[in-house]
């Protein structure tokens, strides 16, 4: 045994003693039917499905020509740090400002995204904006299924994704069935609405959901989600788990400390690898080294998470400042290595143009605020910390990212909460639908394959 993990011995003990004083019985978890987050007085909802374009106004995009046009980045790069570790680079960023102001161009990813047929109606007093994708008739079998995705995304990270989910086999995946895909906008994020109440939590948005697929006649359905989507679909699961015919994973939400059998797998896993059987996990399996890692990349999680609106002004009146802090989280998020290289590595997953298109959908909307909100109602609303020790019964797969910063949760781990199925590792980051869409849905097909 290394001398470093003698050294970590006696806290991995600690940290098991802490996971069985975490332990509570299971109590029950109230989950109202109905809530209201709209303005004013409680009202009925106007369940009418409407159709939607994106449209923005010509004067939006002039406004933000004069702001970048205008940005201060009067900021130096260190002489000693040409690199991403203190944040976006200042050379990196005069660099996209550039092509911002010169070769991007909105009205042709305005055009992109009005390819999918969008949809608004009201739930809970918020009007919810949705894809609503269906596969060509040649499928005579259609599985509908929500994608839901995360911060600092929106649904744009599914535009590769959704081609190949209603069309398989366009795309070289050998399937006989297609989805109907339904990717609806978090309320705050993208063209839903921004909630105008406090208490909007990632439970209460899986019940929106829910109510989502429901209205629109589908009673029984599967599920995708990463990041903030995948909390949202566990907790749909793990309260209306009679709606949910198998929930599928590019991010797996098991806490520390849920579990007592899965920590103690976890700390098993990195004393004696052997008894993990991912080939991968067992070179580099640590639960601790993770901990530094976080310490540094986490500090915009305890800012939304605490002052939200203070944190979030700035980024809403500069978009400059919002794309800084925005795209830097798709260099690091995507690969930790990329902070050291000038460019944050920024294209060698992604576009310019799918990275600011990102970014337009948050300024456009003007709602990186309330996106940040979704932050603190996660910490206020303790029904999710409690509903996360559940067990998921329902078929559940993993589709782990070997790059993925917040999760790669060996198998022997999750089966603790989850009912894991399907696990698959694949060479991509935390962005997964936008990274890596073809092995994404791959792994989509063989899960629901195998259950069948």
């Known amino acids: 045994m290394g001398i470093l993990k003698l050294i970590l011995l006696p806290v991995a003990v600690g940290v098991l003693i802490a996971t069985v004083w975490n332990l509570v019985p299971e109590k029950e978890v109230i989950v109202e039917e109905n809530n209201f987050y709209g303005s004013g007085k409680i009202r009925a909802d106007n369940t009418e499905i409407k159709p939607f374009k994106v449209n923005v ?84 079998i259609v599985k509908p299924i929500l994608v839901a995705h995360g911060w600092p995304g929106n649904v744009f990270e599914f535009y590769k994704l959704i081609p190949i989910l209603t069309d398989p ?27 105008k109440k406090s208490g909007f939590s990632q439970l209460a948005c899986a019940r929106v959901f829910k109510k989502l697929m429901v209205r629109l006649g589908f009673d029984k359905f599967y599920l995708q989600g990463g990041d903030w989507g995948a909390i949202i679909t566990s907790l749909l699961t793990r309260v209306y788990p009679e709606h949910v015919i198998a929930l599928h994973l590019n991010m797996m939400p098991a806490m520390p400390g849920t579990s007592f059998m899965g920590t103690l797998y976890d700390i098993l896993g990195w004393l004696v690898p052997s008894t993990l059987s991912s080939k991968a996990l067992q070179k580099n399996h640590n639960p601790f080294s993770k901990f530094g890692v976080m310490i540094v990349e986490t500090g915009y999680m305890h800012l939304q998470a605490t002052k939200p609106d203070t944190a979030g ?9 919002l794309a800084a802090y925005i795209i830097e989280k798709f260099s690091t998020w995507t ?5 050291a290289l000038p460019d944050g590595g920024l294209n060698k997953r992604f576009t310019n143009d799918e990275l600011l298109t990102i970014v337009m959908i948050y300024w456009t909307n003007g709602n990186i605020v309330s996106s940040q909100r979704f932050y603190r109602e996660f910490f206020l609303d303790k029904r999710c910390e409690d509903l996360g020790k559940k067990y998921v019964s329902t078929p559940t797969a993993h589709a782990s990212g070997l790059n993925e910063l917040y999760d790669r949760t060996p198998i022997e781990v999750s089966r603790y909460l989850f009912n894991i199925t399907h696990y698959t590792e694949i060479d991509m980051g935390h962005f997964a639908a936008f990274e890596a869409p073809k092995p994404v849905a791959a792994s989509v097909f063989q899960f629901i394959k195998d259950l069948e």
């Open 57 to 140: 106004d010509q004067k939006v995009i002039d406004d933000l020509k004069h702001r970048l046009e205008n940005a201060r980045i009067s900021h130096s790069v260190l002489e000693d740090s040409d690199d991403f570790f203190y944040g976006f680079n200042a050379k990196q960023l005069l660099k996209l400002r550039d092509y911002w102001l010169n070769k991007y161009d909105w009205r042709k990813q305005e055009a992109i995204i009005n390819q999918f047929p969008q949809f608004t109606t009201e739930i809970e007093g918020l009007q919810v904006h949705f894809l609503r994708v269906q596969p060509s008739k040649s499928y005579k």
């Open 169 to 195: 086999k366009k795309h070289g995946i050998n399937s006989e069935f297609a989805f109907e895909v339904i990717a609806p906008s978090i309320p705050g994020y993208g063209w839903s609405e921004q909630p």
């Open 313 to 321: 002004t700035s980024l809403n009146d500069s978009p400059i400042g």
């Open 335 to 339: 690969n930790t290595d990329y902070r």
